[in-house]
């Protein structure tokens, strides 16, 4: 079992920054592949952005491509999520997600854990 704890929301005005973080509780988190996802008041759960175990594949939503960039520290048994020139639309609740069985994917129920979210809320 991995517990995972995001952290880092928080207001912020349109064209702003924020670095979101996920905290895992064992190290077999540096062997899962793991996705960040958001959910808007009123919308479904999408998928933001994703990383293989080892960093070296990534994998966005075209809605964030080239704005966010995902990360982890598997000696801190962390990844990131580094959002830049945030839009209104950017507004959700943000999950950080970890498989442990296969590679980064977009869809939600490939994935075994889930931590409880963080808000992020930008203002226009």
């Known amino acids: 079992q991995v517990q995972l704890v995001e952290s880092g929301g928080t207001l912020v005005h349109a064209g702003g920054s924020l670095r979101l973080s996920c905290a895992a509780s064992?190290?077999?988190?540096?062997?899962?592949?793991m996705g960040w996802f958001r959910q808007a008041p009123g919308k479904e759960r999408e998928f933001v952005a994703g990383i293989s175990w080892s960093g070296g594949t990534t994998y966005y939503a075209d809605s964030v491509k080239g704005r966010f960039t995902i990360s982890r520290d598997n000696a801190k048994n962390t990844g990131y999520l580094q959002m830049n020139s945030l839009k209104a639309e950017d507004t959700a609740v943000y999950y950080c997600?970890?498989?442990?069985?296969?590679?980064?994917?977009?869809?939600?129920?490939?994935?075994?854990?889930w931590g409880q979210g963080t808000q992020v809320t930008v203002s226009s």
């Open positions: 064992r190290r077999t988190f540096s062997n899962y592949a």
């Open positions: 997600a970890a498989r442990s069985n296969g590679g980064v994917d977009a869809l939600s129920h490939y994935y075994d854990y």
